[in-house]
């Protein structure tokens, strides 16, 4: 299985319409892969707070009329990465969408962890409430975003709903790359999945981005890593490796659920 995962620049100098439109060719110019990446909140940058009300978009907006038509065009899995949506009863949530080869969407994935303690995404944006996994021909995606890889449980509900793949969409600082390379091998190791990591590139809101998005096999093996500037990291993996994994070494099966708390 081929995966690509653009590591997009997010910078304040391009508008939200031109990074939107380049975003879009960089998945057509992925034609050949079987899985394309873009980030979290590409359009806006992550920590771009001030701009959250005002780029929001009703889910089937022009960053879901874009990334499915980018997605046809390529013929490819897309994960289209996430953008600011306004629901109907007015909450704002940090949403992902998943687009098949024929640029039909097949699941969207409200962030469940909202970052920032007691303000930005985390007073300004509502919680998903809802796991979510994506069936595609060669593996079962596991879908996570940016802060929720410092949640273990979220990764081991994934693994019970059938995730051998997780992606990880991210728009993670520079000053915190050190967790970003240990949760991601973590995350795979006590999983035994792949994690697909990845993060932005440039700086938005005087905070630089941390790029080194990872791709990490079943063992905790990095299969590749970017550097820190925009780029496409693409790696071949064979998915049945997962579940190789958990047979030959069936940690799993010995998880010890409902053990009594201290008295
Ligand atoms: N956008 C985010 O979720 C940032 C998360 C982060 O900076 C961290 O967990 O550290």
């Not at 520079?174 to 700086?203: D, F, I, K, P």
């Amino acid at each position: 299985m081929r995966a690509s995962l653009i590591q997009i620049a997010v910078d304040p100098d391009e508008s939200v319409e031109d990074r939107r439109e380049r975003a879009a060719s960089l998945v057509v110019g992925q034609r050949g892969s079987d899985l394309v990446v873009l980030p979290e909140l590409w359009p806006v940058g992550a920590f771009s707070y001030p701009l959250f009300e005002q780029e929001a978009e009703p889910l089937q907006g022009p960053t879901h009329e874009a990334m499915a038509k980018a997605a046809a065009e390529a013929g490819v899995w897309l994960h289209a990465g996430s953008f600011v949506e306004r629901a109907p009863d007015g909450t704002l949530y940090n949403t992902a969408l998943v687009f098949s080869p024929d640029g039909e969407r097949s699941a969207v994935y409200r962030k469940i962890h909202r970052f920032g303690f007691d303000r930005g995404e985390a007073v300004m944006m509502g919680a998903g409430e809802e796991l979510v996994t994506v069936t595609l021909p060669q593996t079962t995606l596991g879908l996570a975003t940016c802060y929720d890889l410092r949640f273990p449980e979220q990764f081991r509900g994934l693994v019970d709903a059938g995730a051998e793949t997780f992606v990880v969409a991210a728009g993670w600082p520079e000053r915190r790359r050190a967790h970003w390379t240990l949760l991601a091998r973590a995350r795979a190791v006590e999983n035994q999945a792949y994690v697909l990591a990845l993060s932005t590139a440039g700086s938005h809101a005087d905070v630089p981005q941390a790029g080194h998005s990872i791709v990490v096999d079943p063992l905790g093996e990095v299969l590749a890593e970017a550097g820190v500037g925009e780029e496409v990291l693409t790696v071949e993996f064979d998915p049945a490796k997962a579940g190789e994994t958990r047979e030959h070494f069936p940690a799993l099966k010995d998880r010890r659920l409902g053990i009594a708390p201290p008295r």
